[in-house]
């Protein structure tokens, strides 16, 4: 009941302000568990995504969304739990992993939507990253619910990192034909399956959103940005005090010639002449 309140007040607004469009809605089941397996692109792809679907989606998120002190972090973790947020502890890789797909098979056997993002974070640049196996290929093989993939478009450009009003545009969802791994079924330990489930979501993915695919994970490259960024401010720092050291050697050297050419006007002090009396 509290989804559907918070679907009403934050999606009917949404919608209204945004007007996203859609296309191949009819692929969601009316009823049945179904994983929706979407790229990433902006915080609000967990939002415009339920706001244009009758079913609820369940997404899961980062625990610190719930557990957050204070009024503002009471607000907030009721605000997740409303739009159908699960909190999973993604302080370790291992353990986030195993909390996404026990999370996952929960929802898919009470016979709801699951969300899920394969890439495992968002974009850092807007490009299609490699997909991680663990969760959703565990979930659809332990489950043999079909992994339906959605592409969201243009959400990354409403709000971009740093900016703190968005731009009101219309963003796109593209939802795919299922997929069925029911052919995989049992195999879900078996690492050279899970990749191939994976490769073949994120091939879909793709060919909906149109993206430049990167066949390295999402991490890594946030890393590899993260790292060009520092060594790029350590190169400016560096070449703004190889200025300042270039700027005072100029102005000492500029001293030193003032210094020296007032030296060579004044007469060297030597013993007076006498003159000669006859």
Same mark, same amino acid.
């Given at each position: 009941m509290f989804y559907g309140t918070m679907k009403v007040a934050i999606g009917g607004p949404l919608k209204l302000a945004f007007r996203p469009w859609v296309e191949g809605v009819e692929n969601i089941p009316a009823e049945g568990p179904a994983i929706l397996a979407s790229n990433h692109l902006s915080f609000s792809d967990s939002f415009f995504l339920p706001a244009v679907l009758d079913r609820k989606v369940t997404f899961i998120a980062k625990a610190e969304y719930f557990t957050t002190p204070g009024v503002k972090g009471r607000l907030t973790a009721a605000f997740f739990k409303g739009v159908g947020q699960l909190p999973v502890d993604r302080s370790g890789a291992r353990g986030a992993g195993e909390a996404a797909v026990k999370s996952g098979i929960e929802v898919l056997e009470r016979g709801e939507l699951f969300g899920i993002y394969p890439e495992g974070t968002r974009s850092p640049d807007g490009r299609l990253y490699r997909g991680k196996p663990g969760g959703l290929a565990r979930v659809a093989l332990a489950?043999?619910?079909?992994?339906?993939?959605?592409?969201?478009?243009?959400?990354?450009?409403?709000?971009?990192?740093?900016?703190?009003?968005?731009?009101?545009? =219309?963003?796109?969802?593209r939802i795919g034909e299922p997929l069925d791994f029911s052919r995989y079924q049992g195999m879900e330990h078996d690492r050279f399956v899970l990749r191939a489930v994976t490769d073949e979501v994120m091939y879909e993915i793709m060919k909906l959103s149109g993206q430049e695919y990167v066949d390295i994970?999402?991490?890594?490259?946030? =890393?590899?940005?993260?790292?060009?960024?520092?060594?790029?401010?350590?190169?400016g720092k560096a070449e703004k005090e190889a200025e300042k050291a270039e700027k005072e050697a100029e102005k000492a050297a500029r001293t030193a010639v003032a210094q020296d050419g007032a030296g060579a006007g004044k007469s060297p002090a030597g013993p007076e002449r006498e003159t000669d009396a006859h």
């Open positions: 489950t043999g619910a079909p992994v339906i993939p959605v592409a969201m478009i243009d959400t990354e450009k409403i709000q971009p990192p740093g900016k703190v009003v968005p731009k009101l545009m =219309r963003p796109g969802i994970y999402a991490t890594a490259a946030k =890393r590899q940005i993260a790292e060009a960024a520092k060594a790029e401010k350590e190169a």
